[in-house]
């Protein structure tokens, strides 16, 4: 079984510019997270997605991150314009159903640093 | 609001050494209690506790929750310098959705 895809791995930018992250979970799981992690800490979640609509964005700090999963497939999380404290590791992770806490299936994340 | 705390933040033993990893929870709706690795950078999935006093055991790890104080630990026995990782523990949030709350987690460094 493939596990989930993240694209890019790594990306540097500077500060105001704008970056993009894709994701394709595991076939067939309904349900995809978006979720940040800042050196020395847990992942927090930014969005979860419940095949096409968007379950939960309440941390998603919505004046700069946006995020779309428009066939209910893959998604796209984008920065603009991206600070400082934005570096960090962007990890998407997928679940079958995500609604009853099983086990979700994390990607290989994408390292951001904004210079 | 939810709280996941982990402890030690860091831990550093030798090969063949035994670790005990713990997590501490605050949740309003208790529903599960996760653990996972992370390497480098995807966090692997170890074990998914439900039920307090029942051990789940894979290997040399091993994990038991007591729901009535509101911890679970994770053990290591033999360990091994591939048991270096960060270990997580997440529980489902509050809300009706599933979004997990992670700890900080738990640096393990195994020195041969």
């Given at each position: 079984e493939a596990g989930v895809a993240q694209?890019?791995?790594?990306?540097?930018?500077?500060?105001?510019?704008?970056?993009?992250?894709?994701c394709n979970p595991i076939s067939g799981h309904a349900t995809l997270y978006w979720y940040?992690?800042?050196?020395?800490?847990?992942p927090?979640?930014?969005?979860?997605?419940?095949?096409?609509?968007?379950?939960?964005?309440?941390?998603?700090?919505?004046?700069?991150?946006?995020?779309?999963?428009?066939?209910?497939?893959?998604?796209?999380?984008?920065?603009?314009?991206?600070?400082?404290?934005?570096?960090?590791?962007?990890l998407c992770a997928s679940s079958l159903r995500g609604?009853?806490g099983r086990e979700q299936y994390f990607g290989p994340g994408?390292?951001?640093?904004?210079? | 609001?939810?709280?996941?705390?982990?402890?030690?933040?860091?831990?550093?033993?030798?090969?063949?050494?035994?670790?005990?990893?713990?997590?501490?929870?605050?949740?309003?709706?208790?529903?599960?209690?996760l653990?996972y690795k992370q390497?480098?950078k995807a966090p692997t999935f170890l074990?998914m506790?439900?039920?307090?006093?029942?051990?789940?055991?894979?290997?040399?790890?091993?994990?038991?929750?007591?729901?009535?104080?509101?911890?679970?630990?994770?053990?290591?026995?033999?360990?091994?310098?591939?048991?270096?990782?960060?270990?997580?523990?997440a529980?489902?949030?509050?809300?009706?959705?599933t979004?997990l709350?992670?700890?900080?987690?738990?640096?393990?460094?195994?020195?041969?």
């Amino acid at each position: 079984e493939a596990g989930v895809a993240q694209s890019p791995r790594y990306k540097i930018i500077e500060k105001r510019q704008s970056v993009a992250f894709w994701c394709n979970p595991i076939s067939g799981h309904a349900t995809l997270y978006w979720y940040q992690q800042i050196l020395g800490q847990g992942p927090k979640l930014l969005i979860q997605f419940q095949n096409n609509g968007v379950v939960d964005d309440s941390q998603l700090p919505k004046d700069r991150f946006s995020a779309e999963r428009l066939k209910g497939v893959d998604s796209t999380l984008k920065i603009q314009p991206a600070k400082l404290e934005d570096s960090a590791v962007y990890l998407c992770a997928s679940s079958l159903r995500g609604l009853d806490g099983r086990e979700q299936y994390f990607g290989p994340g994408t390292r951001l640093t904004v210079t | 609001e939810d709280k996941v705390v982990q402890s030690p933040l860091s831990l550093v033993v030798h090969e063949g050494d035994t670790v005990t990893l713990n997590c501490s929870y605050e949740v309003t709706n208790f529903r599960s209690l996760l653990w996972y690795k992370q390497e480098k950078k995807a966090p692997t999935f170890l074990f998914m506790l439900t039920s307090s006093g029942i051990e789940k055991k894979s290997g040399r790890l091993s994990s038991i929750l007591d729901k009535k104080e509101l911890f679970s630990i994770l053990n290591i026995t033999a360990t091994q310098t591939g048991d270096s990782a960060v270990y997580l523990c997440a529980l489902p949030g509050d809300s009706g959705n599933t979004p997990l709350v992670f700890g900080k987690g738990t640096r393990l460094s195994v020195i041969a």
